[in-house]
């Protein structure tokens, strides 16, 4: 049985990943940082009982910024392979929070590589590093491709830089098997809710539920390339069962404005917008309302710019060309936006239906 050993396992990939690879037949250890509130729900549905037999799903607590628990634990679980996904993972949240982000982002990956080294390992193990189209920053060459040149835009795509050339050096300096995948944006139903495809998927789902009055967003001309976080984790999984290890783009090759995927959310229930103004100024109103489930008067003003979620520097433009993914790894996104907008607005107008509930319950009876 191969045995994988995943950082970030209570985090959105993770989850996605522990999954595939228990479905794979894998035996799955998962590093957790130990928090006050139990925060294991994305993966509550894969918890095995440890005094049962043949358990192939186990938690470690550990932390990236911790060498010495590293090694033990990669001494204890000798993996096959390491998928390093645990990050502090907000790019705004790295402008207040750069020194954090660079000792887990950047050096937590060299831990994790000299953890190998130290343990003799590195000819055994093959390792996963979550670099990001973060990298790429100031635009240089559109579409991005594996060939095209980083210019970093904040704290954490500078540690990620770090992260991604020290994957790199391992690999040319010791002959690992160490990999990087340039992971375009993901989203997923189980995306954090800080993120700005959730924040709008849930912030639809409140107002037309009343719970919520407006939803204040950042910079709407912001493009990413989005795809859904099950596709990339199988790509996660074909970088590391290629013969030789290399370094790919993932990305679905198509760019879409935040402002065209907060139009997208509303007509998922029935809402038609209209943005009016410009900058700081802009606001989106309601021209229609096609679903009687969901009444909201027209012209209510359901979205609004916040100035306070502008970054000091910002990514504009990102658009992946996943051509050698597709080439050598056989990798095709089987999601198109639509239908991620479709399964996440789902996803949580069930979320709030069930909050909306459990607020009134008092009442009853
Ligand atoms: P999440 O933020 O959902 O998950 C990050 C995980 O890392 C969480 O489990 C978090 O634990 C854990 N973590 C954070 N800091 C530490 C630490 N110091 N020690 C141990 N664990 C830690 O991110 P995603 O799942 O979306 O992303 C996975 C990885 O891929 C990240 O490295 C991210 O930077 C990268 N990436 C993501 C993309 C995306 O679009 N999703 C695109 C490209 C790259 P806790 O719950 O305790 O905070
Ligand atoms: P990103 O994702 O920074 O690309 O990093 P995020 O969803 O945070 O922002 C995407 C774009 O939307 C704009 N935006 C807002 N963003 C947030 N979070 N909140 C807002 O209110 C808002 N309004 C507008 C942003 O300015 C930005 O342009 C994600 C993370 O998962 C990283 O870990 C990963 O490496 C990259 O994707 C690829």
């Known amino acids: 049985m191969k045995v994988a050993l995943i950082t970030g396992v209570n985090g959105q990939d993770g989850a996605y990943l522990a999954e595939l690879l228990l479905e794979k ?13 139990i925060n294991t ?14 358990v192939r799903f186990k938690l470690h607590y550990g932390d990236m910024t911790d060498s010495t628990n590293l090694i033990r634990i990669i001494q204890e679980t000798q993996p096959d392979e390491i998928y390093n996904l645990a990050a502090m993972s907000h790019v705004h949240v790295s402008f207040d929070t750069p020194e954090y982000t660079a000792n887990a982002d950047g ?5 994790l590589l000299e953890a190998l080294r130290i343990l003799k390992m590195e000819k055994k193990t093959r390792i996963y590093q979550a670099s990001t189209s973060e990298l790429y920053g100031l635009v240089q060459e559109v579409p991005q491709r594996e060939t095209t040149p980083f210019y970093p835009r904040s704290p954490y795509a500078v540690a990620k830089l770090y992260a ?6 391992y690999r040319e300096a010791y002959g690992m098997f160490a990999c990087n995948g340039i992971l375009f944006n993901h989203e997923s139903p189980l995306r954090g809710e800080t993120f700005v495809t959730r924040k709008i998927t849930r ?12 939803l204040y967003l950042g910079n709407l001309d912001a493009r990413r390339d989005w795809g859904h976080a099950k596709d990339y984790v199988e790509a996660m999984w074909r970088i590391l069962q290629q013969e030789k290890p290399e370094d790919f783009v993932i990305a679905t ?7 065209d995927f907060v139009r997208m959310a509303f007509d998922e229930v029935g809402v038609e917008l209209a943005f009016i103004g ?9 021209t229609a309302c096609r679903n009687k489930d969901f009444v909201l008067p027209i012209g209510k003003e359901v979205v609004a710019v916040d100035p306070h979620y502008f970054r000091p520097t910002e990514v504009e433009l990102l658009i992946g060309d996943p051509s050698k993914a597709k080439k050598k790894l056989d990798w095709e996104p089987k999601y198109d936006l639509p239908a991620l907008v479709k399964e996440m607005v789902a996803a949580d107008v069930e979320v709030f239906r069930k909050k909306e509930v ?6 009853i009876g």
């Open 203 to 214: 912030a639809v789902a409140a107002i037309v539920l009343g719970l919520q009055e407006k």
């Open 25 to 37: 037949g894998y035996m799955v250890h998962g590093i957790k940082r130990r928090a006050s509130l």
């Open 164 to 169: 991604y050339w020290i994957t790199v050096n």
């Open 358 to 363: 459990a607020q009134f319950e008092h009442l």
């Open 107 to 111: 050096i937590g990956t060299l831990r």
């Open 41 to 54: 729900e994305r993966i509550d549905h894969l918890y095995q009982d440890p005094h049962d037999a043949n």
């Open 278 to 286: 410009e900058g700081v100024n802009e606001t989106a109103v309601v």
């Open 253 to 259: 090759g198509i760019t879409t404005p935040v402002r």
